[in-house]
């Protein structure tokens, strides 16, 4: 299973973005997807989260300025980033839980896509 992230680039503050995150591969299911975000000098943090449910849960920083959403039929994610500001910079990496593998031998794995970079200058 592979995960193709797109959709980062440079925007002033204020601004807006949407990251894609499509999967390809061996796919029974996807039941979470995910973005999480590592700035300089920080630990990789989780910004938003959608399950199959879906349920949404989102890093208060961003609560009301992103907005997380799935398509099933496309295995991909998207983050919606509005209200940009230059505490958003960072390395954004989408990251998906999957069942892979065939009937009778369904294997649980997790995966993480390249990072796209985000900056938001002031």
């Known amino acids: 299973v592979q995960l193709q992230a797109s959709g980062g680039g440079l925007v002033q503050a204020g601004g807006s973005l949407r990251l894609s995150c499509a999967a390809s591969?061996?796919?029974?299911?996807?039941?979470?997807m995910g973005w999480y975000r590592q700035a300089p000098g920080n630990q990789r943090e989780l910004v938003a989260e959608?399950?199959?449910?879906?349920?949404?849960n989102y890093l208060d920083s961003v609560k009301g300025r992103f907005t997380i959403s799935r398509d099933n039929a496309k295995n991909t994610v998207y983050l919606q980033m509005n209200s940009l500001t230059p505490d958003d910079t960072a390395v954004y990496y989408c990251?998906?839980?999957?069942?892979?593998?065939?009937?009778?031998?369904?294997?649980?794995?997790?995966?993480w896509g390249h990072g796209t970079q985000v900056t938001v200058s002031s």
């Open positions: 591969g061996n796919i029974l299911v996807i039941s979470e």
């Open positions: 990251n998906m839980k999957v069942r892979t593998g065939t009937i009778g031998n369904v294997r649980r794995r997790e995966y």
């Open positions: 959608i399950t199959s449910g879906p349920s949404t």
